[in-house]
């Protein structure tokens, strides 16, 4: 069994990775299978953008990208399929889905940087940019498709490196429509939280509530000083978590029977592999908030209260080496709560 102190295959930290991609107006770190080979179907990005930052317009070959904000403002420009554009201003606590091909850019429209976390439905995403795809195109083949003679494009800068965070001068004002309601946006922390117990709080942005995702979920969990993550497990869905703000530790069985029990912080990314049971605790001194991303849209999950009273108390008692009489006395329990309250101290913290 793993502790605390020990490096785990099951978590990295996002934030202490040397950004794939760094300029003066902002950063791209990555955790994918490269970093963390364990990964399925699912990984994690940074982004941060200065105040004149912008990504630049690009797309995701293999992956659908859902984007969660944690500091700042930001325009997100999205060119779909037959000319369909969207286009809408995401700020702290909301989020956007770009679904896979879909080329899109953001833009930081705000007086501080942004900071964005942003998940994949795929463990190592493909990246295409518009520099790039323009680049490869020759002034001819670039002119005939604008009714254009060669030379008009024969200023292009054709180098192969990659543009990724742009500068650009602020622009003089944001459309009144890019502050409507928009399919691909969802204010995820403005909404009722799905669970609201003592224990914590869960919001969920899932196929249900958000019409629009495909592939990937995410929750929005926050674990109090007296609270936990009961045992569980997503039958059909791998689950990977960002860190937000807390410390909290977890624990993850593996089929071989060995156990990964590992403290994450602020800034940590952990991976949890389809229906392999684990649970999380709050082991710190403030409340825990966890972004909690799952590879599919609706995701599912079984927890240890409700699954007791599945069976007959005769075959948990044979099970556990026990007689029945010695059984502890389960509640019974309809719903899985998600979150439980803690009636006992907490275990020691190597």
Known sequence: ??????????????????????????????????DLPVLRRLSIRRLLLGVHG??????????????YCLHGEALVTIAGSHAQRESFIVAAGEMFFIPSGAMHSIENIGEHAVEFILAFSHE??????????????????????????????????RSAR?????????????????????????SIEATPPQIDFRAGTA??????????????????????????????WHPETAELGYVASGTARMTVLDPDGSTDTYIIRPGDTYFVPRAYPHHIENVGEETVHLLIFFDQASPADVGYRSLINVFPRS??????GMKRSELPDFPFTEIDPLLVPRCNPIDPVP
């Open 203 to 232: 919001r969920t942005a899932k196929a249900a509530l958000w019409p629009v995702l495909r592939d990937i979920a995410m929750y929005s969990v926050t674990i109090s000083q007296e609270g936990m993550r009961e045992p569980h």
């Open 54 to 67: 912008v990504r630049e317009p690009h797309w995701h070959a293999n992956a659908h990208e859902l984007g």
């Open 315 to 320: 075959q948990i008692a044979a099970d556990f």
């Open 1 to 34: 069994m793993s502790t605390a102190k020990q490096k785990s295959q099951h978590v990295a930290s996002l934030a202490r990775q040397t950004p794939r991609f760094e300029s003066a107006e902002g950063s791209v770190s990555h955790v994918d299978s490269s």
């Open 124 to 157: 190592k995403p493909e990246d295409f940019g518009m520099k790039a795809a323009f680049g490869v195109m020759s002034d001819a083949v670039l002119g005939n498709t604008y009714d254009l003679a060669s030379a008009a494009f024969s200023g292009f800068d």
């Open 162 to 186: 990659a543009s990724e965070i742009l500068s650009i001068p602020r622009q003089a004002s944001v459309e009144d429509q890019d502050r409507h309601l928009n399919a691909y946006k969802y």
